[in-house]
């Protein structure tokens, strides 16, 4: 288990996301609504949705180089896909990784409030992995 | 419906006072001071006919990367769906609601900590329902941008 990958940059904090191991030991991502993730009134703020699921794709890569001691990865680019408006109230992710190569991860992430069936938003990543220092 | 904006995106003979319904100072005002954008402390810079600057000042708790001090790539995609929305907003001439439907960054080198960045929109293509944008952020050299953006937005006042 890493340390790491549950210890958040202070941007995460200031989103309020907190991070827990889900039953299967995937690493789960929640975003309490606020002040500072709204967006137009009853809404989620698309700025945090995306701040969130680049959150959780990052966490949840470095959670799986926890082993590796000295690597480290920088985002590349993301795509974000919004599906549904964000309403009032929690928001989850969690992200799973799609491939991690030699010096290049590719990682997505999912959005969902109240019906993890029903998505709020996803992302696609693109990361470059450091291995080694 | 009170106005088209169809007209804007088929009559470019008839090239709108792009200004004439939306004053991007004031509305960046009314929007930048709450919520999310508040919160990270966006705020208005220039504009032209189809584009938008807005800052985003540096803060620690913006912070991405705990280790150097560069700030999270979260905040800069805030400040772009932003500037890519007010662009949008001038062009229409008109303050309608609009949902991001997807927005894709390139984080073309981290932005220098300390420095305040720079997000401008761009709205290239604007349809009934559509808007195209395109933006980039910078650090204090427009030539030596951060991070590139290409985003749509979907009119949600339209059937």
């Not at chain 1, 991502?29 to 989620?44: E, I, K, Q, T, Y």
Request: with cysteine; hydrophobic share 45%.
């Amino acid at each position: 288990m890493s340390a790491d990958a549950l210890t958040l940059p202070p941007y995460g904090d200031f989103l309020g996301i907190a991070v827990e191991r889900d039953e299967t030991d995937t690493l789960l991502f929640r975003m309490p609504f606020g002040d500072r993730v709204a967006g137009r009134p009853g809404f989620l703020h698309g700025g945090a949705i995306a701040g969130l699921l680049e959150i959780a794709a990052v966490g949840t890569l470095r959670d799986a180089l926890a082993e590796e001691p000295g690597a480290s990865v920088k985002p590349i680019n993301v795509t974000v896909d919004f599906m549904r408006g964000g309403r009032v109230r929690d928001t989850f992710a969690a992200a799973r990784i799609t491939r991690l190569g030699a010096r290049i991860a590719n990682v997505e992430a999912f959005a969902w409030q109240e019906d993890r069936d029903k998505l709020i938003a996803s992302a696609r990543m693109n990361l470059m992995v450091r291995r080694g220092g | 419906m009170p106005m088209s904006p169809l007209s804007l995106a088929t009559m470019p003979d008839a090239h709108p006072p792009a200004l004439q319904g939306f004053d991007p100072e004031a509305a960046i005002r009314l929007i930048a001071n709450v919520g999310h954008n508040g919160a990270i402390g966006t705020h208005y810079v220039t504009h032209g006919d189809d584009w938008a600057e807005l800052a985003l000042d540096y803060r620690d708790d913006l912070i991405g990367d705990a280790d150097s001090g560069v700030l999270a790539s979260g905040p800069i995609i805030a400040l772009m769906d932003m500037a890519t929305s007010m662009a949008v907003w001038i062009k229409r001439g008109s303050f309608k609601p609009q949902a991001t439907l997807d927005l894709r960054i390139d984080y073309l080198r981290a932005a220098t900590p300390g420095h305040t960045v720079i997000g401008r929109g761009e709205c290239y293509r604007l349809t009934r329902r559509i808007a195209f944008v395109r933006g980039y952020a910078h650090d204090g050299d427009p030539a030596d941008p951060i991070a590139h953006v290409a985003a749509t937005f979907m009119m949600t006042d339209e059937a």
